[in-house]
């Protein structure tokens, strides 16, 4: 669904989401490597369950919210992307303590 | 607007008082009109923190713990027909709940407090426990170490405030009341038996008026003979962000809503009709919390919100009819929630027979004329 503007240049990284690895471009926004990977839905709603994909891309719309190395609720699209993070999409509401 | 401009009553503030008063009513055949104003309003019932609470209350007034216990004792059923009515859930639920005190002073003067009300002559039995740290911990397992105690009241509970209110305005409409929003109530002429009040959205002529606008009731009170003094008390609210149910008790600062989110409150505040939140007082709010459920730091803050207390200098709440201007009366108090099923289902049957109970003569303004020595 996406493409990168320029794919060269940057360092790659690789994450985990949901135990399996993908890669990424040192200087991404977790969201931008999400969505650069494929991977369009990162939660679903605490209320309906509806999925949800990283929107505004710039920290106003609190779609983008993921687990990252174990705290939930973390804004993907406000966070950049560290070679070996562990991101884990969310399924409705999150769980407290984690 | 309604064609129909003579009423049974006319209740003045469609907040949780005036609509379980209203739904009340209706519920009795009565031809009913609630008034209220609009975005301009105080609104406190949108504001409350949706307890359903009995523990501690009635210190220096045993009947009003009586009055408490009643309430608490009549909302299942009311929150029963309530749903059977309207398909509006309110969430009650009564499992108990908790004060929890941060250190040994703090848990000492909560025993005393306890045992000062249940050594009032005329008490009526509550039930509660003074709880050390181990017995907590098992109803509590996730308690802060720095909790030391607390207290425990079976009779406890909460619900849904928001759908309560919803639930009421649907459930009266349905019955015929009639909602009137931006009516603000500018004179009430007692005239030939009846009551007619000048509002901002027209006129309307009632046999009997209620007063139960929260705050707006010292200036109405004033217009029938009555003497209704109350003033605005702050209290902040914190809000998380929707969780998994991990909280199966309320406790009297932070609960666990049917939708997911912590609510912690509650500071108490003599500002005024300043409804700011100060982030002075949220931090403390959310600090406290924090001691008591480490988990809750894991959780995102989503919304504060500051909302004024309709409260009389004892805290206790005022129900009297105008002897001045009979077919008058006032509801007032700061437990809207808690209160809801004994002002739905208590006294509305008696503002419909015209007067109220003997019981109720306690709750009556008359009792700050006393002279206190």
């Known amino acids: 669904m996406f493409r990168r503007a320029k794919e060269a240049g940057a360092a790659s990284v690789s994450l985990s989401v949901d135990g399996q690895t993908i890669a990424a471009q040192a200087g991404d926004s977790v969201a931008a490597a999400l969505l650069a990977a494929g991977i369009t839905a990162c939660r679903t709603t605490p209320v309906s369950g509806a999925p949800r994909a990283p929107y505004c891309m710039m920290g106003v719309c609190f779609e983008c919210l993921v687990a990252i190395d174990g705290v939930g609720s973390r804004q993907a699209c406000l966070t950049r992307v560290r070679d070996g993070m562990r991101i884990e999409t969310q399924q409705g509401k999150r769980e407290a303590g984690r | ?373």
């Open chain 2, 1 to 373: 607007m309604s064609e129909r401009r003579d009423y049974d009553v006319a209740v003045i503030g469609g907040g949780l008082v005036g609509s379980a008063i209203g739904w009340g009513l209706t519920r009795l055949g009565q031809r009913v009109a609630v008034l209220d104003e609009g975005d301009v309003a105080y609104r406190a019932s949108r504001g409350n923190f949706a307890l359903v609470w009995v523990q501690s209350k009635g210190l220096g007034m045993p009947e009003y713990a009586a009055w408490t216990r009643r309430s608490s004792d009549g909302w299942a059923g009311f929150a029963d027909t309530i749903k059977a009515e309207t398909g509006f859930d309110t969430a009650f639920q009564r499992p108990g709940g908790f004060t929890l005190c941060l250190s040994e002073a703090e848990l000492e003067a909560r025993a005393l407090t306890m045992k000062r009300l249940h050594n009032q002559s005329r008490m009526v039995e509550v039930p509660y426990e003074m709880m050390e740290r181990p017995a907590l911990e098992k109803m509590l397992p996730m308690i802060g170490p720095e909790v030391v105690g607390g207290s425990y009241c079976p009779l406890d509970g909460h619900c849904n405030s928001l759908r309560l209110l919803r639930a009421l305005h649907t459930g009266m409409e349905q019955l015929g009341a009639d909602y009137l929003p931006s009516h603000i109530v500018e004179t009430i002429e007692p005239r030939g038996g009846e009551f007619h009040l000048v509002t901002t959205g027209g006129d309307v002529t009632a046999g009997k008026v209620v007063l139960a606008a929260g705050n707006g009731n010292a200036r109405l009170g004033s217009m029938v003979g009555l003497d209704v003094p109350v003033r605005p008390q702050r209290g902040q609210i914190v809000v998380t962000e929707r969780a998994r149910p991990f909280l199966p008790y309320p406790v009297v600062t932070i609960r666990q809503t049917d939708e997911g989110t912590v609510m912690l409150g509650d500071s108490v505040e003599e500002a005024g009709w300043d409804d700011r939140v100060g982030s002075g007082v949220t931090s403390v709010i959310a600090s406290r919390a924090i001691s008591m459920f480490p988990i809750l730091k894991s959780l995102n803050v989503v919304r504060t919100w500051a909302a004024l207390r309709v409260m009389t200098q004892d805290g206790f709440p005022i129900y009297e009819q105008s002897a001045d201007c009979p077919g008058a009366f006032v509801a007032t108090c700061h437990s809207g929630v808690t209160l809801a099923a004994n002002h739905a289902l208590v006294v509305a049957p008696m503002i419909k027979a015209g007067r109220l109970d003997a019981e109720l003569d306690v709750f009556s303004a008359r009792r700050f004329d006393v002279p206190k020595s």
